[in-house]
């Protein structure tokens, strides 16, 4: 049986196809992962593929080529940009898990609780959803502070904070996952996306 997570948001920037290229290669230790790019118009996670200079630890495919990845203990599903609202929906009833990427301001933060609460109204399944606080500063508590807050509101938020550090951006160039980057904060990097990883599938 393939546990699937999907990772979407109705805003862009905040690190969506980071978190699911690094979650990939974090699963693929667990398991085989196959990572699914549904983005046609950006398709962040097949070019940042297509720039790896060795094999992946995991496959990336789109939605045709997918049947010739079956078999996968995890597939990893990054959704195209501001799904119209009945994707949602379906996705929090097919998928296994649905993470929802928010930003630490305020901003990002009333947003993803206004989203939150329009699947709710709408009769979405979110005991299978959780936001996720990510590209948070690196130091300090606001990672923290936003994820209390969202779940002060009522979102169901992972513990996990992912936090905004220049090597994502470098393995992204690339072609490699976070932790091979010759990086000093690339360790610290790669502990919040395997974290992630430990409590997702815990």
Not at 66 to 71: A, K, V
Request: contains cysteine; aromatic residues 4%; proline residues 5%.
């Amino acid at each position: 049986m393939t546990y699937t997570i999907a990772l979407t948001s109705e805003k862009g920037g905040v690190g969506k196809s980071t978190v699911a290229f690094n979650l990939a290669g974090a699963l693929a230790r667990r398991g085989r992962t196959v990572l699914l790019d549904e983005d046609a118009r950006v398709r962040s996670c097949l070019l940042w593929a297509a720039a790896a200079p060795h094999p992946l630890p995991f496959s990336v495919t789109d939605r045709a080529a997918l049947p010739n990845h079956t078999g996968a203990h995890y597939l990893v599903v990054d959704t195209e940009g501001r799904p119209p609202l009945q994707d949602l929906l379906a996705l929090t009833r097919s998928m296994n898990l649905l993470l929802l990427p928010c930003g630490p301001s305020g901003m990002e933060i009333r947003s993803t609780v206004a989203l939150w609460q329009t699947l709710h109204a709408h009769g979405a399944d979110l005991t299978r959803t959780r936001a996720l606080i990510s590209k948070a500063p690196p130091v300090g508590g606001v990672g923290r502070q936003a994820r209390d807050a969202l779940r002060g509101m009522g979102v169901t938020t992972c513990d996990t904070v992912i936090r905004a550090y220049t090597a994502h951006q470098k393995a992204n160039e690339q072609g490699v996952l976070t932790r091979d980057i010759h990086d000093t904060r690339a360790h610290a990097a790669w502990t919040d996306i395997e974290t992630l990883a430990e409590e997702i599938t815990a």
